[in-house]
């Protein structure tokens, strides 16, 4: 186990090691927004996994956290130092992660999940009722305190500490918990774990994350409107997580950023987006249903096996 | 096995079942269902598909709750408390149709009973001793060299015997076992009936629901009879078999041939 999780810290910090020198090559703007944006969305679906895939709750909701992360930088970014709006940004997500976790996380399987469904209508409802504080749907103008290059490195810094905090804790004791929780959470209470509080830790520890990253989104875009909470926005997480692999952390950043280079890459040919988009959604869960990562982990075994005499695991 | 707390004098019971009663939409699973369990003792709870005793085993274990009633485990009310606490309070189960955690090992799925009932998250009131006993328990069923397997990858007789182990490994006074016999081989059988046995030695109270009552009813003390969710016998083995009701409700159904 130590082996496969030393592997994965060798493949991220080469990976990371690229995109950081990648500016000295690349510097058209719009390739760095595009990767930024990426960034963004992979800490996005990360942060979505340790509940989602780890415990197997779909949350159809977590635009939600991001969301109020993106608001407090509108409400706050005028008058705070961007140290502490990226601080309101995580702590905003939180107290929202306990406001809706405290009472849905104790129900469960599909009810849970549809409860998620909810609370981003709510919000974007919200947003459009006090359109005096939010701007209705024109949303907060933000500016940003960091230049593009900038705001690039600060997404990658905090994609790096998203997925090797996550990988820490799913892989440490808590992790495993999540995972048996994941497997039978019936069998999890008779072997004496208290499933709700597990379930609203990795709630709130998926929520920190985003809410972090939605400062940064709000940043990105300059900008925070209701559309932040619509339902494609909780849904494009959802599928960049099947997409990249569930209950893996890697494989749904590898998701993100693959399905928002695709959706940029297809921006030309604007009449066909949407089909090419969901042909290769389709496509994806039908060959690969273990996600990206899945496919990775298969090729390598494929490779390997008739060199090595010991097969896959 | 160390109990929990011993306020209670020897001799008062260490589970006592008090008129629990349990309806599902208009069914009544449970009708004013009573009986004690004293420490140390084998109970077997028998009855024909549908009598209630899975039911029985739900709400003593808190993953039903009961519409009347009390259940209490040395001498404290323990009714519908989360599943979670009454394990930390040393009642464990195991269920019908095996649980793993499938994508653990046989040895992972046994420490996290342990760790989640004596480590840092249990209560620190319990009064579970941090013993590393996932080894003992392992090779008591005969999964220890199997530890660091997949658990997905034990028969369905090797997962009955990980659904034991797991129980046992949250250090429990009473443990209460779904028909540990069903779907196990010859060989399995006489394996768990040895664990059983050793476990009763041990001092452990056991809680048994089976139907082979030829395995069981030699190791034991007490039996009782759920009949349509009522308790139509409750006593020795001896008493029961001469009982007349229970006669009449096993007579001419299959049971009447099986234990003939």
């Given at each position: 186990m130590m082996h496969r999780l030393a592997r994965v810290h060798i493949g991220l910090a080469v990976a990371f090691i690229g995109l950081v020198l990648l500016p000295l090559w690349i510097s058209n703007p719009y390739v760095i927004s595009v990767l930024t944006l990426a960034a963004l969305y992979a800490i996005f679906a990360s942060s979505w996994?340790?509940?989602?895939?780890?415990?197997?709750?779909?949350?159809?909701?977590?635009a939600v956290f991001f969301g109020v992360g993106a608001y407090a930088t509108g409400f706050l970014g005028p008058h705070l130092h961007p140290l502490f709006v990226l601080l309101a940004g995580g702590l905003t997500a939180v107290g929202f992660a306990f406001l809706v976790g405290v009472p849905c996380l104790k129900l469960r399987g599909p009810y849970l999940s549809l409860t998620t469904l909810v609370f981003p209508l709510i919000l974007e409802r919200l947003a459009f009722t006090f359109r005096d504080v939010t701007g209705g749907e024109y949303g907060i103008t933000v500016s940003s305190p960091l230049s593009r290059i900038g705001l690039y490195y600060a997404s990658l810094a905090l994609l790096l500490a998203t997925l090797t905090t996550l990988l820490a804790i799913a892989e440490s004791r808590i992790g495993r918990t999540f995972r048996a929780i994941g497997d039978d959470d019936q069998a999890a209470m008779a072997a004496g774990i208290n499933t709700t509080r597990f379930k609203l830790g990795a709630f709130v520890l998926g929520a920190a994350f985003a809410g972090l990253g939605g400062v940064l989104y709000a940043y990105h875009l300059r900008h925070v409107g209701p559309?932040?909470?619509s339902l494609f926005t909780s849904f494009s997480i959802v599928i960049m997580g099947i997409v990249g692999g569930m209950?893996?952390?890697?494989g749904p950043a590898i998701g993100a950023c693959f399905l928002t280079l695709l959706g940029e890459s297809l921006r030309e040919i604007e009449t066909f987006r949407i089909l090419i988009y969901s042909a290769v959604l389709i496509l994806c869960v039908m060959l690969f249903p273990k996600g990206l990562w899945g496919l990775g982990n298969a090729l390598r075994g494929f490779i390997r096996k008739p060199v090595a005499s010991g097969g896959p695991q | 096995m160390s109990g929990p707390p011993t306020s209670n004098g020897a001799g008062a019971p260490i589970l006592s079942i008090d008129r629990v009663t349990k309806h599902f939409r208009g069914l009544t699973a449970l009708s004013r269902v009573s009986f004690e369990v004293e420490r140390g003792e084998l109970l077997v709870v028998i009855g024909p598909n549908g009598a209630g005793k899975t039911t029985l085993f739900n709400v003593v274990s808190g993953f039903a709750r009961p519409d009347q009633g009390k259940v209490e485990l040395a001498g404290e009310p323990i009714t519908a408390l989360a599943p979670h606490v009454i394990v930390r309070r040393g009642l464990a189960r195991t269920f019908q149709i095996p649980r793993p955690?499938?994508?653990?090992?046989v040895e992972a799925n046994v420490e996290m009973a342990r760790t989640s009932t004596a480590g840092a998250f249990s209560h620190p009131s319990a009064a579970h001793k941090p013993v590393d006993n996932v080894e003992r328990v392992l090779r008591l069923v005969q999964l220890w060299e199997r530890r660091d397997q997949g658990s997905d990858t034990l028969s369905q007789g090797e997962l009955k015997l990980l659904e034991v182990a797991r129980a046992l490994a949250t250090n429990p006074a009473v443990v209460l076992l779904d028909?540990?016999?069903?779907?196990?081989g010859p060989s399995e059988m006489t394996n768990l009936t040895r664990v059983i046995l050793d476990l009763h030695r041990s001092g452990l109270t056991l809680v048994i629901i089976e139907h082979k009552l030829r395995e069981l009813m030699k190791l034991a003390q007490h039996v009782v009879v759920l009949h349509y969710g009522e308790k139509i016998a409750d006593g020795s083995p001896a008493e029961v078999s001469r009982d007349a009701r229970v006669l009449e409700a096993y007579m001419g159904g299959r049971k009447a041939a099986e234990h003939a």
């Open positions: 996994d340790i509940l989602s895939g780890y415990i197997g709750q779909l949350n159809f909701g977590h559309e932040t909470f209950g893996t952390i890697i | 955690f499938k994508s653990l090992t028909e540990p016999y069903a779907g196990l």
